[in-house]
């Protein structure tokens, strides 16, 4: 399968960002709390762990390794 030419940048970024979403907050301590979050049910089991900036060095390393994360479950 080919992606169209006309396609743009952001949804062929979606794409690859199914199953990820970005948690930016705040803990009880008030102190920020930056992840990724990966959600995936397969065979009728979820799967859900979070992928810390501050324990993978930074937001791109932690999105790298939430991606990796999804794709071995499939």
Known sequence: MTTPSNA???SS???NTYSVARVESTNANGSPVRLWLVNVKRHG???SRNFYDGVYGGR???LVMAI???NALQ
Request: aromatic share 14%.
């Open 13 to 15: 970024r979606l794409q």
């Open 8 to 10: 743009s940048p952001k």
């Open 45 to 47: 089991r979820l799967f």
């Open 60 to 62: 791109e390393s932690a």
């Open 68 to 70: 990796a994360y999804r």
